[in-house]
Nanobody, 120 residues
């Protein structure tokens, strides 16, 4: 079975950098999937943020690209989201998910999600 689990701080102040880690079990992040970060807020709904592919290539939502970095540690089977210069509008539930190859924006496994609140 494939499981994904998010971890990281739940409360940040504006201007800080958010760092979340997704730990994957049951599959290797070097396998042929797109390891993705998605967030959900009441105002915007689900918002795709970006992915790191099995090859290590990254791709980001253009609306967030300037502040977003996704990396991985294959030895730990983890991939990490960094979102810099956070603002209150970044408050959301953040999910990691496994994107299916040849099926854009479809995900077969999701983490439970973690609440992140940006407040002064």
């Amino acid at each position: 079975q494939v499981q994904l689990q998010e971890s990281g701080p739940g409360l940040l102040k504006p201007s800080q950098t958010l760092s979340l880690t997704c730990t994957v079990s049951g599959d290797a992040i070097t396998n042929n999937y797109y390891w993705t970060w998605i967030r959900q807020s009441p105002g915007k709904g689900l918002e795709w943020m970006g992915f790191i592919a099995y090859s290590g290539s990254t791709f980001y939502n253009p609306d967030l690209e300037s502040r977003t970095s996704i990396s991985r540690d294959t030895s730990k089977n983890q991939f990490t989201l960094q979102l810099s210069s956070v603002i209150p509008e970044d408050t959301a539930v953040y999910y990691c998910a496994r994107g299916m190859p040849k099926s854009l924006y479809t995900y077969d496994y999701w983490g439970q999600g973690t609440q992140v609140t940006v407040s002064s």
